[in-house]
């Protein structure tokens, strides 16, 4: 019964380095649009659109990018959840 303990806190542990990988990288991309955006509105203000327009190219891309991860890790999650409500079942 210890090698089995074992095995599953390095899944979890693995599991959590997973999520951590995941909510770090997605956290760096959101930064970047942050930063990029307030150049974006700088240069509005400034009325160079030109600017505005490298600003704001390859936004979109890299808001996918968040989100596809996020949704991937947020489908983990809920299968988690699902195979530990089963498991609890008598």
């Known amino acids: ?6 095995r599953m806190k390095a ?15 997605a956290h760096k ?3 970047d649009v ?4 307030s150049e974006a509105l700088k240069a509005l203000e400034q009325n160079d659109y030109l600017v505005v327009i490298e600003a704001l190219a ?15 890790l947020r489908e983990i ?3 988690k959840k699902k195979q530990l409500q089963e498991r ?3």
């Open 58 to 72: 390859g936004l979109e891309e890299q808001l996918r990018y968040v989100s596809v991860r996020l949704m991937l």
């Open 1 to 6: 019964m210890h090698l089995l303990q074992q």
């Open 88 to 90: 609890r079942k008598p």
């Open 11 to 25: 899944r979890v542990s693995e599991q959590d380095t997973i999520t951590a990988i995941i909510v770090n990288a």
């Open 34 to 37: 942050e930063q990029r955006c």
């Open 29 to 31: 991309v959101l930064l």
């Open 77 to 79: 999650n809920e299968h």
